[in-house]
């Protein structure tokens, strides 16, 4: 019998990121057997991947045709899990999504209708939404007889209070969806159930996550569930990233417009892909680089995202009453001792105490035994959510058809 198989796909802009999972029926986890990524889509195309958990990874070139879109890249994606899995088929492929508004706030099953609610919901993400349907369809034509699910980054956010869903703006623009969303949903939904699990009191208390990778933001969560993230209507909100500036006043936007004569376009550019990390450094949007960069532009770059980091994580606690936990993942929040420790240093008054050499071997716990809060370090993993996901819509479905 061929065992049920879980593709999950990560459209973005160039990259198509996978990965194959094991759903086997019944209470077990999903198993991941295969997991890679086609980079620079439409340009000079690369793949990475790892066909098995025990085997090394390997890293291709790929010729133009073989990753000019999500199609192909698919396409080239699939060819090479054949070549390890030749029986596989997957019988659902879960998406993540970006943006799903105000209405969806957990996984769906696509269906016509669905495919065009999250259409009309590109505007919201014009950078993200249109690669991310892009795959749905690519997996669409490859699969056909497959279910497709959708996973919301915004999901886990549509619960959070009004105060924390809403700008000071006239009443007409909340009803017309402009609202705080808040994203990185999947990977704060993981870190909530890793919680629930190995510290069941902590994952009721209050708990500000951390996830700082190329992308950043934070998360405060009250007993399970969103209070206010960092990020609002898009993804560029709160901290600085990679090569998103976060918090900007929206002042400098019409300075650029009405002063310097950029276009909206030259300015939405500005601020995806040339600010934060790169564009204070000068150098790079890789944490790691400018770590080993001994420049001032450097420094500066890395003190600026501590600083916002620190000043976020008062603020979410203050919509928290108070700080039992506060969790790193992503990246840099996984791997990056100092900057782990510069965020915690002088933060007792919070109740956080850095036990430093916990926090250099990146422990699990690396708060001392006398930390009011624990600060912990939860490597995050979005793609199991998704593959938990397809699991549960796949028995739904199976249930509804033997009713
Ligand atoms: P994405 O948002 O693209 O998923 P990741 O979560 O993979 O990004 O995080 C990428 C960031 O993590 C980069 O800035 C990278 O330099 C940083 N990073 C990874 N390993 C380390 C490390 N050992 N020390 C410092 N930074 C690291």
Redesign the pocket.
């Known amino acids: 019998m061929v065992r049920p198989v879980a593709l999950t796909l990560n459209a973005g802009s160039s990259s198509l990121k996978f990965s194959l999972y094991d759903i086997a029926q019944g209470p077990a986890e999903p198993t991941l057997m295969a997991v890679g990524q086609v980079d620079s889509i439409g340009g000079k195309p690369k793949l990475k991947a790892t066909l098995s958990p025990a085997s090394p990874a390997i890293t291709r070139e790929l010729t133009a045709s073989e990753a000019s879109n999500h199609t192909s890249a698919l396409a080239t994606a699939l060819g090479v899990l054949r070549t390890q899995y030749p029986e596989a088929r997957a019988c659902v492929v879960g998406h993540r999504v970006v943006h799903g508004g105000p209405h969806f706030s957990a996984p769906v099953v696509v269906t016509e209708a669905v495919m065009n609610e999250m259409r009309d919901l590109s505007p919201f993400a014009p950078i993200h939404q249109p690669h991310n349907l892009a795959g749905i369809e690519a997996a669409q034509a490859a699969f056909p007889e497959a279910l497709q699910v959708a996973c919301f980054d915004t999901a886990f956010h549509r619960a959070h209070p009004k105060v924390n869903d809403t700008f000071a703006l006239p009443r007409e623009y909340y009803d017309k969806g402009v609202r705080r969303y808040g994203f990185h949903g999947l990977s704060y939904e993981y870190i909530t159930g890793e919680l629930k699990t190995i510290a069941p009191l902590l994952h009721d208390g209050r708990v500000v996550v951390a ?6 933001s934070m998360c405060a969560i009250l007993g399970g569930r969103s209070v206010a993230s960092t990020m609002g209507f898009t993804a560029l909100d709160g901290l600085p ?2 090569t998103r500036c976060g918090q900007i006043d929206p002042g400098v936007i019409f300075y650029m417009v009405q002063q310097e004569g950029k276009t909206i376009d030259e300015v939405r550019d500005l601020f995806y892909y040339k600010s934060g ?1 790169l564009g204070m450094s000068g150098i ?8 080993a960069a001994d420049v001032p532009e450097a420094h500066e770059a890395i003190d600026y995202f501590v600083f916002r980091i620190r000043r976020e994580l008062g603020g979410l606690a203050a919509a928290l009453g108070g700080l039992d936990a506060l969790i790193f ?11 782990r420790r510069r965020i915690c240093e002088g933060m007792s008054w919070i109740g956080l105490e850095l036990d430093h050499d916990q926090n250099d071997v990146s422990a699990r716990v690396i708060s001392t035994e006398f930390s009011r809060a624990r600060i912990m370090v939860i490597p ?1 993993n979005e793609e199991l959510v998704i593959a938990r996901a397809c699991k549960s819509l796949l028995a739904r479905q199976h249930a509804q058809a033997a009713e």
């Open positions: 996830h700082l990778g190329n992308g950043a990233m990679g990390l790079s949007n890789d944490m790691r680089t400018l770590e993942c992503g990246g840099i929040g996984e791997n990056s001792r100092k900057i995050t």
